[in-house]
Nanobody, 121 residues
Framework: QVQLVESGGGLVQPGGSLRLSCAAS????????VGWYRQAPGKQRELVAV???????NYADSAKGRFTISRDNAKNTVYLQMNSLKPEDTAVYYC???????????????WGQGTQVTVSS
């Protein structure tokens, strides 16, 4: 079993910044690709940013130039730094990890519980 704990959400004014964290714990062999997703009310969940095990990143057009995804493999933690936030960034943000646990080392995906980000004046 793996546990994912997200933190860092909150209320911020337009133009402000937040840093989301997603910490994994358990008998982890390896964390492979990690993505941050978001879901606004009445909308489908969408991919915001992804980072692979080699550190290569990719971003949705809406996030390019404003958001940065990163990872600390020693801490089994992934981050999403969000700058220049806009009201349309308001959503619940979820991390999704492709993870391998001991002893089987099978690959599977695990979702965080979600953290609310609200951008409003």
């Amino acid at each position: 079993q793996v546990q994912l704990v997200e933190s860092g959400g909150g209320l911020v004014q337009p133009g402000g910044s937040l840093r989301l964290s997603c910490a994994a714990s358990g008998r982890i062999f390896r964390i492979n690709e990690v993505g941050w997703y978001r879901q606004a009310p009445g909308k489908q969940r969408e991919l915001v940013a992804v980072i692979n095990s080699g550190g290569i990143t990719n971003y949705a057009d809406s996030a390019k130039g404003r958001f940065t995804i990163s990872r600390d493999n020693a801490k089994n933690t992934v981050y999403l730094q969000m700058n220049s936030l806009k009201p349309e960034d308001t959503a619940v943000y979820y991390c999704n990890l492709e993870i391998q646990l001991e002893p089987t080392r099978l690959k599977y995906h695990s979702w965080g519980q979600g953290t609310q980000v609200t951008v409003s004046s």
